[in-house]
């Protein structure tokens, strides 16, 4: 069965610093592209950044792009989520998913997400 | 850049069908993928690729995408479809994923 876990959220001040973390199991992690996904409360989901399997591709959205950085770890099946210079936009919960990534892209396991509140 | 735009909510009775849009600018030349969300849980996949189920989810659910419009249909709607649903896409264009604003299906 696949699952995804993820950790590392909480509260932090504006312009602080938060890695997520989502740990893997259940599938070769390694082979597949995987996602960050948030949603503000409230709101719709909205696309943070992907990387490729092997990790060597990334891709961001323009709205985190230069404060938050993906990478991965796949000798031990676990993403992460840099996140710096943190607005009280950022507001959100964080899921990541398994991306399927050839012709379209799109997330076929989602995890249940962590809560990142941004707030003075 | 490229918008996808769904209706804020449909309602449907029991046992009806309900046709949830999602519209863009020629989206019938990306693929369309769907996912429901219902309070407190994570989003599932429901239809990929325009109108492929992945295992588990009902034959009720299909989907369709020419010219500007792709659709979501739910045929003999139950209480249990109640959620939020979101259509996505990639947009080669700019590698960027995108995702319409949800529409919240209403089960009357």
């Given at each position: ?43 719709g989901l ?75 | ?5 769904q209706p804020p909510s449909v ?7 309900a046709r949830i849009t999602c ?9 369309v993928h769907w996912y429901q969300q219902k309070?407190?849980?994570?989003p599932v996949l429901v239809i ?13 659910f299909?989907g ?6 792709a659709t979501l249909t739910i ?6 479809d109640e959620a939020d649903y979101s259509c996505q ?10 995702f319409g604003g949800g529409t919240k299906l209403t089960?009357?």
């Open positions: 069965e696949v699952q995804l876990l993820e950790s590392g959220g909480g509260l932090v001040r504006p312009g602080g610093s938060l890695r997520l973390s989502c740990a893997a199991s259940g599938f070769t992690f390694g082979s597949y592209a995987i996602s960050w996904v948030r949603q503000a409360p409230g709101k909205e696309w943070v950044s992907t990387i490729s399997g092997g990790g060597s591709d990334t891709y961001y959205a323009d709205s985190v792009k230069g404060r938050f950085t993906i990478s991965r770890d796949n000798s031990k099946n676990t993403l992460y989520l840099q996140m710096n210079s943190l607005r009280v936009e950022d507001t959100a919960v964080y899921y990541c998913a398994r991306w399927v990534a050839s012709s379209g892209w799109y997330g076929d396991h989602w995890g249940q997400g962590t809560l990142v509140t941004v707030s003075s | 850049s490229y918008v996808l735009t309602s449907v009775a029991p046992g009806q069908t519209g863009g600018n020629n989206i019938g030349s990306k693929s309070p407190g849980q994570a990929y690729y325009d109108n492929d189920r992945p295992s588990g989810i009902p034959e009720r299909s369709s995408n020419s010219g500007n419009t045929s003999r709607v139950e209480a249990g896409v990639w947009d080669s264009s700019s590698d960027h994923v995108l089960v009357l």
